[in-house]
Structure formats: C-alpha cells, structure tokens
C-alpha cells in the first residue's frame, strides 16, 4: 500500500501508512469497531502449488535444520531446491555454450 494523502486515510484507524494501520491494530480490538465494518466480497488468485513425497528420515533431518534456521521446513526446502535449479541452470548454460546447442 502506497502512503496516502490527508484525504485518504483509513475509514477507521484513520493512517495514511502501512506502519500506522499495524500500530492501530496492534493497539485496538476489531470487536470495539465491528459497528464500522460493512461486508464485502473479493477473489483471490493462489498460485497453484505442487506437492512431492519426501522420505520420512529425511524430512526429520530437514524439519532439524529448518529449526535450527527458526523458519518453516517447507520454506527451506524451496530454498534448497531453488538453489539446486539455479546451480542446474549454470551448468546446463556453460554446458550449452560449449558444445554449441541452444540452452534449454
């Protein structure tokens, strides 16, 4: 959300920043506002996610490391694979350069 002009502002919290919306709702309940609030409807687009198996030793090992990190291991693994394709791509492009052939 980009800052907002005067004129602008919130309908409740009454900021003009993302940084004034969260101390708002940090500090209020949306209990004491529900009066204020009016239904609305919206669609949301998710980009579809794929799921693979994964040993069970060896998610144990990742579910340990992503710990040790402090974040999700899922979030890990996308970044482990990540890496690896890009690393895949490096060679695949060096690989494609010397031999000729047009990279994939």
């Known amino acids: 959300m980009k800052e907002n002009n005067n004129n ?3 309908s409740i919290s009454k900021a003009s920043t ?3 919306i969260g101390e708002f709702w940090d500090n209020h309940s949306l209990a004491d506002y529900w009066d204020q609030t009016k ?3 919206f669609k949301i687009r998710a980009t579809r996610r794929h ?3 994964i ?3 060896l998610y144990k090992k990742i579910t340990s490391c992503s ?3 402090g ?3 899922k979030t890990l693994i996308n970044l482990w694979l990540t890496e690896k394709v890009k690393e895949y791509e490096i060679v695949s492009d060096k690989n494609a350069d010397q031999s000729g052939a047009p990279p994939h």
């Open 8 to 10: 602008n502002k919130t």
């Open 18 to 20: 993302l940084e004034e």
């Open 39 to 41: 239904e609305v409807e």
């Open 51 to 53: 799921r693979a198996t």
């Open 55 to 57: 040993d069970p030793e």
């Open 67 to 69: 710990h040790k990190r």
């Open 71 to 73: 974040i999700l291991p």
